[in-house]
């Protein structure tokens, strides 16, 4: 409360998970609002660009677009508002954080609504 922030210190390298806790109203959303609206680092104005080549896409969408994430690709991946308790959304998350290459990550959410987050 009442501190400054640089912008740049939340932007997760590659491979790298950034879990920014504040509680309601502290500015998480906005922040997160600031970061895929306003191109502070060169990041478009779109929530997520990125391409796949779908010449060599073998499975579902939804198989190609996560293998896409987990790749080589650099990309930055906004959560906001997380909390733990969705069963599937956590374990698929979670997988997700263990297994991707390069995509930054961006967790926002209140004190104590991700416990195993806050751990990692």
């Known amino acids: 409360e009442g ?3 640089n912008i740049s210190s939340i932007l997760p390298d590659k491979k790298e998970m950034v879990l920014l806790l504040g509680e309601p109203g ?8 600031i970061l895929t609206t306003t191109d502070p ?3 478009r104005r779109l929530h997520l660009v990125f391409q ?9 969408f939804f198989q190609v677009i996560t293998e896409a ?7 930055l991946l906004i959560l906001d508002g ?8 956590d374990e698929t998350l979670e997988w997700f ?3 991707r290459q390069t995509c930054r990550v961006l967790v926002t959410s209140c004190p104590g609504k991700c416990p195993a987050l806050e751990k990692s």
């Open 3 to 5: 501190h400054s922030l």
């Open 26 to 33: 502290s500015g998480k959303t906005s922040l997160a609002q």
């Open 41 to 43: 680092f060169n990041i």
């Open 52 to 60: 796949v080549d779908c010449s060599q896409a073998k499975g579902d």
């Open 69 to 75: 994430l987990l790749g080589v690709m650099d990309c």
């Open 82 to 89: 997380y909390q733990e308790g969705n069963k599937e959304l």
């Open 97 to 99: 954080l263990r297994e």
